[in-house]
């Protein structure tokens, strides 16, 4: 599998760079393969491949029934994989085979490519420690307990999309080395929580 490169390597692609390279796969194939994501984003770093499904699920693909589910599943294996600190991906032959709709994909990419703009210019290095080293060690362990709960949240409306929110927040801190976004995502999740457990 394509090696990946430590989380905390500074020297990473723009947030819009990271989805345009899936978009442009997307507007290019007829059906989009997760081993064919993965090979497009086969120099990114562990947080960029955590990030693209995390995003995903918060677009208006969230609606294709089991897509979040999948998604949530996705993000808890390479979160786990990236918390010990492997280097080379690894998931089951059924996950890197299952494919979407390339005009699909790139639609909902594009509802995003503002939010992210916004990133990209407001984003900086401050509080690093929260993700660099074991700061992100700990960012990768609490999005793979956030993707395994992603399956179970599918089940109550909009609850897995906002959870994969703060899944993808959590990633650009570790991308862009901006801790603010630690906090903010932990504020986020707490919201959540708390609405979630209203429902329940």
């Not at 998931?91 to 005009?103: E, I, N, Q, S, T």
């Not at 709960?149 to 959590?170: H, K, Y």
Request: a positive charge; aromatic letters at 4%.
């Amino acid at each position: 599998m394509n090696p990946t490169t430590p989380a905390d390597d500074r020297n990473h692609p723009s947030l819009t760079t990271i989805v345009n390279e899936v978009a442009a796969l997307a507007k290019r194939e007829d059906r989009v393969k997760v081993a064919d994501i993965i090979e497009t984003l086969g120099r990114a770093s562990s947080a960029a491949l955590i990030f693209i499904p995390a995003l995903i699920a918060t677009t208006p693909l969230s609606g294709i029934p089991g897509l979040s589910a999948f998604c949530g599943v996705a993000i808890a294996l390479i979160s786990a994989q990236a918390a010990v600190g492997r280097h080379s991906l690894w998931l089951p032959d059924f996950m890197m085979r299952r494919a979407v709709k390339g005009d699909k994909l790139a639609a909902g990419l594009s509802k995003v490519r503002k939010p992210l703009e916004f990133l990209d210019r407001h984003t900086h290095a401050r509080l690093s420690f929260l993700t660099r080293g074991p700061g992100a060690r700990l960012l990768f362990v609490l999005c793979m307990l956030a993707g395994l709960t992603m399956p179970v949240l599918e089940l109550i409306p909009f609850s897995a999309s906002a959870i994969a929110a703060c899944i993808s927040l959590l990633m650009v801190a570790i991308l862009t080395l901006d801790g603010a976004l630690v906090v903010t995502a932990a504020g986020l999740a707490t919201g959540i929580t708390l609405l979630i457990t209203t429902l329940i």
